[in-house]
């Protein structure tokens, strides 16, 4: 199985945007399966629109409010999909693999960037968890926090209270932090000319149920690119 998650960042005003046209190609060639698409700050296009452009079996929109969020969750004819919670921060899902029957949880987030909502989040993170404590649960997107001070490279120190936060939320709900290899940061201000800073915002989490049904996944962070 395929999974992508995109922080677009604005850039799903259109579906004809260069940053689109990329996200076809890449899903083209990736083949994958469920992509969530997290930030689109579009509130006007509909999921049949979504679904018959990037050329998949459905698709779900959460829409944005005004210039703020916006997600989509996209999957293709291989994997039965049933949404069973939303929020502007968040898509749950139940999901079967059709080939081999596997059922799995997928939590798909995108992280209050002003951390203002962070706890009511992974509350209903965890309840989500309980509810489906049997299964494997792959959780992943843009958290918009760091777990280590690692993590963050600028001039400004990381804030440690912050980051034991969001690791006492990761360890409450049972994940592990499945790791990645590429790029090591991935978002960065674009203050190139003065003060720039690069984080690890975007990762992928797994319960110990998916580390045993999937013990060989693999994380790949692609590239930070910019809408031309």
């Known amino acids: 199985m395929t999974h992508l998650a995109w922080n677009c960042r604005g850039a799903g005003g259109s579906l004809r945007s260069s940053t689109m046209v990329h996200l076809s190609r890449l899903l083209l060639s990736t083949k994958t399966q469920v992509c969530f698409i997290s930030e689109t700050r579009n509130s006007s296009i509909s999921s049949s629109s979504i ?3 990037f050329n998949y079996n459905d698709a779900f929109v959460v829409p944005s409010i ?17 949404i069973v919670g939303h929020h502007h921060h968040y898509i749950f899902a139940l999901c079967t693999n059709k080939a081999s029957h596997l059922q799995y949880g997928l939590v798909c987030v995108y992280g209050d960037p002003h951390h203002r ?9 965890l309840h989500f968890v309980n509810l489906n404590a049997n299964l494997p649960i792959l959780c992943m997107g843009d958290f918009n926090d760091i777990m280590h001070a690692s993590e963050k490279l600028g001039p400004y120190a990381a804030d440690v209270a912050r980051i034991s936060e969001f690791c006492g939320f990761i360890k409450q709900c049972g994940f592990f932090d499945l ?13 190139f000319s003065s003060v720039h800073t690069y984080q690890r915002i975007d ?26």
């Not at 005004?66 to 049933?82: A, F, M």
């Not at 990762?203 to 031309?228: D, K, V």
């Open 203 to 228: 990762r992928c989490l797994g319960n110990a149920e998916w580390c045993l049904a999937f013990p060989s996944t693999a994380i790949c962070h692609l590239p930070i690119m910019s809408e031309t």
């Open 51 to 53: 679904k018959n452009h």
């Open 117 to 125: 909502q962070s706890s009511v989040i992974w509350n209903r993170v």
């Open 179 to 191: 790791g990645y290899s590429g790029p090591a940061y991935t978002w960065t201000n674009k203050r």
């Open 66 to 82: 005004g210039q703020s969020g916006g997600l989509w969750l996209i999957w293709s004819d291989e994997v039965d999909v049933s």
